[in-house]
Every structure is written in structure tokens, then in C-alpha cells.
């Protein structure tokens, strides 16, 4: 998993966590919220009721004024708390949806039916002007009877609302009480467990893989050959492998350095043994060669001055194959096209092929050029060629194969002989300067090859097995205009 989407599903988790604690808040403020309302409810009820009862006491009141004085405004007043009282039991009567309150609240309005039907019996006695002894009996029994009822009624059912608010309050309480005790500790401890888990996974995905690989790399920075890369999974891995890449990229750089600067000294001391021995060598060939024109010479002294001229020649090509490869050249590349090449270079190498060695010649007809010095990649050609025909036997065939593929837009370039091979042991060492199995080389051909090869843009790379025989390969990109 990539780092940005370990970090992303880190960030997540924290906001599940704090989501979490943020949605038990809210439950418990809704909850809180929940039994406010419900005890607002309550409370509501008991202040209907008691405005109720303060009303049947005003309206009682009102009798035994209007009996006592039998003022007009009494009856009247009493007509309006009667008009309340009704109106009242009819407006809250939705308020008591409960079963035990509603038939609490049917029983309330029974008896209202009650007193206000006694009530309006001892009105009309008194507008009928009956005695006030059978009047203030009727009074009494009214406030005695039918109002104490009245009353009672009432207040048993005040009494119990009273008690349903307190043991809600207690119920919620528990509830509360339960959740904090319960939700609360868990959503803590899962909390702790999350965060636990994303910081082990951030320190084992990423904190400690960083840690590993930045020990790996102080403790490399002395002997970088000997570095070796701990390998992680997803992005960290691929650092871990971008770092070996690169210290490889290093490790190939001061190879070439430090190849340079023996180059380098090599040029110096070729430049300084060129000017002290081809002087003298041109002299002494110079020399047998006029010799060689005189008549009195015996067949032993000719055969002599050939061998003397022979091999000055041959130390004198070991100079200059010392020389080519010292001296810093530029390639002076231009669009080449390898089978012309092939066909100028093959003729005059075949003429002095011995042994009877065969070269066959497989070109690709549609081959697209190539970028290249064309005399640098010739010089690669002869050494390539020289090694496969030291290498083959009397009568052997060497090939010279050229193809190429349009996809990758290059251009391949082959040289196959069917000689000894080379051992595995060595295969590593061949482009090495002055490297040689054989006794008449200088060990310079594979490197200047290489190196030719290299300055105009080609992979020279060699394949071979013991006794069946070498595959030169060199690959160039193909040159479209």
C-alpha cells in the first residue's frame, strides 16, 4: 500500500474515533434534551390540573356568595368559571394519552359532570327563593361532597403525575448513568485500540523501514561495493531499490573513474614509448628492407631480414593498437547504414582470412541507419572479427547478421562464430584492458570495441559457450531523420 494511502486511511480512522465520541455526545444531548421535554410535559399537566382546581374552588366560592347576597355578578361569575372549566378539560384532555391517565382524566370530568350538575340544582332553588336554611344545606353538602370529590380527584391524579415525573427523572437517570458507564469506556478503549494500531502501523510501515534504510546508507557511505539493501514492501521498497540503483549507478561510476585515470596514465606512457621506439623500429625496417635488395645475400640472411621486418611490423600495430586506445576521440557521427558498411569492409578482411575460414553474410534488406562514426564502428567490426577468427577452427564459418525491430526502433547488429567459446570463469574480465587468453594479443580489442561502441550509442554484449562456439551482439537505436 503507498504511503499517501496508508496516511489517508490513518486520517480516516481518526475521523471514525472523533465521529464516534461527536455521535455519542450528540445521543446523549438528545437523550438529555428527550427527558427535559418530557418532564416539561409533566409539569405542564400539573399546572393544568391545579389551574383547574383553583377554578372549581372560584366557581364553589361563587355559590355561596351568590347565596349568601344573591348578587346577579356571582351567578354570572360562576356561568364564566364554569364556561373555564369546560373549555379547559376539553383543550388538555390530548395531553393524557396514557391508559391510566386517560381513565384518571374520564374520572375528573365525571365528577366535574357531578358538581356542576348540583351546582346549577342549587342556582335554580335560589332564584326559586327557597329557604336559606335548605339552601346553605345544599351549600354544604356541594362543598363536602361533590367539590371534596372534585378536589381529591384531582389531586390523586397531580400526585401520581408528580410520581411518574420523578421516577422518569430516576429512569433516565440510570439510563444516563448506564451509558456513560458502558459506551463511554468502550468507545475510549476501541479509541486506544485504533490509535495503537495506526501508530504500529505507522512505525513499522514506515518509521522503522526509513530508520533501516538511512542506518543502511551512513554505513555504506565508506565501502559502497559492500552495501546490500534491505528489501520492504510497497513504496518504501521501491526507495530501497531506487537507492541500490543509484549506488550501483555510483559503484559503475568510479569504476569508469578510476578506468579513466589508468587510461589516462597508460596514454601518457603509450605517447611517451610511441615517440621513443617507432622512430627506431621505422629505422630498422628501413633498413632491412634495403637489405633485402641486395644481390649477394644468402637464402638464411633474406630469410632473416623477412622475419626482422615481420616483427617490427607486428610491434609496431601493438603501439598503435595501444595508441587507439589511449587517445581520446570524438565520434564524428552521421547516418550510417551498417550493411554498406558490411559490404565495403568484408571483401579485403576475407582475402587475408586463413585457414579457410568462411564469412557469411546475412543482412536485413529494410535495415534503417544508424548515428555513428563510421571508421570508429569499422574498427569495431575488425576487432569483433579478428577474435571470432582466432577462435574458429580450419574450415569454420563465421556469420555477420543484421536485423531490426521497428517497436523498439533499434537496429542489431550480430558476429557468430562456431570456435572454442569462452570459459564462464572469465566471461566477466574480457572487456578489461590488456586482458588476453591469447599469446599474440594485447588484451586491448574487446575494449576498444566496447568503448567505440559505446561513443556512438551501442550495447556491446557477449554470449558464448565452450566449444560451441561466441555470439558478439551489438544493439544501436535506429536513426529516422
Not at 153 to 159: S, W
Not at 185 to 208: A, E, H, K, M, T
Not at 283 to 311: G, H, M, P
Amino acid at each position: 500500500m503507498k504511503i499517501s494511502s496508508k496516511i489517508k486511511l490513518a486520517a480516516f480512522l481518526l475521523f471514525i474515533i472523533i465521529g464516534t465520541l461527536g455521535f455519542e455526545m450528540a445521543w446523549v444531548s438528545a437523550l438529555s434534551l428527550k427527558n427535559i421535554r418530557q418532564i416539561q410535559l409533566l409539569s405542564e399537566k400539573i399546572r393544568l390540573l391545579n389551574e383547574i382546581k383553583l377554578l372549581g374552588y372560584k366557581l364553589i366560592k361563587e355559590i355561596s356568595d351568590y347565596i349568601d347576597g344573591q348578587n346577579p355578578y356571582d351567578k354570572t361569575d360562576y356561568f364564566y368559571f364554569s364556561t373555564l372549566i369546560n373549555e379547559k378539560l376539553v383543550s388538555i384532555e390530548s395531553l393524557f394519552a396514557d391508559k391510566e391517565e386517560k381513565t384518571a382524566f374520564e374520572a375528573i370530568k365525571e365528577q366535574w359532570k357531578n358538581l356542576s350538575s348540583c351546582s346549577l340544582g342549587i342556582l335554580e332553588e335560589a332564584t326559586k327563593l327557597t329557604s336559606k336554611e335548605h339552601l346553605e344545606a345544599k351549600k354544604e353538602e356541594i362543598e363536602k361532597r361533590e367539590y371534596y370529590k372534585f378536589d381529591k380527584i384531582i389531586a390523586d391524579f397531580q400526585n401520581r403525575v408528580y410520581l411518574q415525573a420523578i421516577n422518569s427523572i430516576a429512569e433516565k437517570e440510570q439510563q444516563l448513568v448506564r451509558f456513560s458507564q458502558t459506551v463511554f469506556p468502550l468507545s475510549f478503549l476501541c479509541s486506544g485500540v485504533i490509535l495503537w494500531l495506526v501508530y504500529r502501523w505507522q512505525n513499522l510501515g514506515i518509521s522503522l523501514p526509513l530508520q533501516k534504510l538511512i542506518e543502511v546508507v551512513e554505513n555504506g557511505k565508506a565501502e559502497p561495493k559492500k552495501i546490500i539493501f534491505p528489501s520492504f514492501h510497497g513504496e518504501i521498497g521501491k526507495l530501497s531499490e531506487a537507492f541500490a540503483h543509484l549506488f550501483e549507478k555510483i559503484d559503475k561510476f568510479q569504476s569508469k573513474l578510476i578506468e579513466s585515470e589508468k587510461i589516462a596514465s597508460i596514454g601518457a606512457m603509450a605517447a611517451a614509448v610511441a615517440h621513443g621506439i617507432k622512430n627506431p623500429l621505422s629505422s630498422i625496417r628501413a633498413l632491412a628492407e634495403v637489405s633485402l635488395l641486395q644481390d649477394n645475400l644468402d637464402e638464411s640472411a633474406k630469410e632473416t631480414l623477412k622475419e626482422i621486418i615481420k616483427e617490427t611490423d607486428t610491434l609496431n600495430n601493438r603501439i598503435n593498437h595501444l595508441l587507439s586506445y589511449t587517445k581520446p576521440s570524438v565520434p564524428n557521427r552521421h547516418p550510417t547504414n551498417l550493411n554498406d558498411l558490411l559490404r565495403a569492409l568484408i571483401p579485403s578482411i576475407a582475402r587475408t582470412l586463413p585457414k579457410a575460414i568462411t564469412i557469411d553474410l546475412q543482412l536485413d534488406p529494410s535495415l534503417p541507419p544508424i548515428l555513428s562514426d563510421s571508421s570508429q564502428i569499422e574498427q569495431v567490426i575488425i576487432e569483433l572479427l579478428t577474435n571470432a577468427i582466432n577462435a574458429s577452427e580450419k574450415g569454420g564459418l563465421i556469420q555477420i547478421i543484421t536485423r531490426s525491430d521497428p517497436v523498439q526502433k533499434e537496429v542489431l547488429l550480430e558476429i557468430v562464430d562456431h570456435g572454442k567459446g569462452i570459459p564462464n570463469a572469465i566471461i566477466d574480465t574480457i572487456f578489461q584492458p590488456f586482458f588476453t587468453t591469447s599469446t599474440e594479443g594485447t588484451g586491448l580489442g574487446l575494449a576498444i570495441a566496447k568503448r567505440y561502441s559505446e561513443q556512438n550509442g551501442g550495447l556491446l554484449t557477449i554470449q558464448s559457450e565452450v566449444d560451441k562456439g561466441t555470439i558478439a551482439s551489438i544493439k544501436f537505436s535506429s536513426f529516422n531523420g
